[in-house]
């Protein structure tokens, strides 16, 4: 394989109320593991249109790769408010172009060239994406990393996909927010956080369960170790993104051969810093790119 990485499902323009930024968790997802020296790539769909345009313009400008159809439905956006905290809302415009992603004769070659798939639940909840998305899944190696970032959002998610998205993968992202929803859609109300994340280990037969517990700290839970790290307290700009950075993060040094305390140790430290930044991809410094060791 040739370190490829790929994040497939949702592009968007997240809408604040002082503009927009590129976003999408798969998109983020790649742009971050690319930094790392990785191959990463973005697929998914835009319209006809100059929000489509300008997102060939920024992936281009932020070097990433992609494989981005055109479709005859609008480039998607979604309306960002910030609270207090920082701590987005998100309200999501539906029929849109991520929502039909086809699946292309390039997207199938791609696949089979990929050593890690990230994609979520988000851009599964139309049939057409959602067939695409697991048709390129079908297409990967046996040895591929698959990991599923849950991504629960409004009502777009239910009990039989993400059974079956779970089905697909071997490692889990899932936050505090998700993880009590998928603990009730289980019947698992009595279970504590940690106690899930050992239920869906065992019982989905998955390689690794990270959870990001906000403020709290995180945990990295496989069949042999658990692993916890503090948040960093630092000064929010916005929370956009910061999973999917850990996520990359973390994926990033484990490929390189590092441990899981040391890929824990510099996922956190990356989502922080992409807390302290507007938008989902802010360039990361080279003091935290350092810590993964790059191949020629």
């Known amino acids: 394989m040739e370190n490829i990485i790929v994040g497939i499902g949702e592009i968007l323009w997240d809408v604040f109320p002082h503009g927009k930024v590129l976003g999408g968790a798969p998109a983020n997802f790649a742009y971050h593991v690319s930094q790392f020296g990785f191959d990463g790539y973005a697929v998914s769909a835009i319209g006809k249109d100059q929000l489509g345009n300008e997102i060939i313009e920024n992936l281009s400008n932020k070097e990433l790769k992609y494989l981005i159809e055109t479709t005859p439905y609008a480039t998607g956006t979604v309306q960002v408010t910030l609270d207090g905290n920082g701590i987005p809302q998100y309200e999501i415009c539906e029929n849109v172009a991520w929502d039909n992603i086809p699946f292309t004769p390039e997207m199938e070659a791609l696949a089979r060239k990929t050593e890690t798939v990230c994609f979520g639940s988000l851009a599964q909840r139309n049939s057409v994406s959602r067939?695409?998305?697991?048709?390129?899944?079908?297409?990967?190696?046996?040895?591929?990393?698959?990991?599923?970032?849950?991504?629960?959002?409004?009502?777009?998610?239910?009990?039989?996909?993400?059974?079956?998205?779970?089905?697909?993968?071997?490692?889990?992202k899932i936050n505090d927010d998700?993880?009590?929803?998928?603990?009730?859609?289980?019947?698992?109300?009595?279970?504590?956080?940690?106690?899930?994340c050992n239920q869906l280990l065992h019982s989905c037969d998955l390689e690794i369960v990270v959870l990001t517990n906000g403020t709290k700290g995180s945990y990295v839970v496989t069949k042999n170790e658990t692993s916890f790290k503090p948040t960093p307290v630092v000064e929010v700009a916005d929370t956009v993104g910061a999973g999917d950075?850990?996520?990359?993060?973390?994926?990033?040094?484990?490929?390189?051969?590092?441990?899981?305390s040391e890929a824990h140790q510099l996922a956190v430290d990356v989502s922080a810093y992409v807390c302290t930044q507007h938008g989902a991809m802010p360039i990361l410094p080279e003091s935290l790119l350092s810590r993964v060791k790059k191949t020629a």
């Open 131 to 172: 067939t695409t998305i697991n048709r390129f899944l079908d297409c990967v190696p046996e040895t591929a990393l698959k990991i599923f970032d849950i991504n629960l959002r409004q009502h777009f998610y239910t009990l039989e996909l993400i059974e079956h998205a779970l089905s697909r993968c071997n490692v889990l």
């Open 178 to 196: 998700e993880i009590l929803i998928v603990g009730k859609l289980f019947g698992w109300e009595s279970k504590s956080e940690l106690e899930i």
């Open 245 to 260: 950075s850990f996520t990359a993060a973390f994926v990033s040094s484990l490929l390189r051969g590092q441990s899981i």
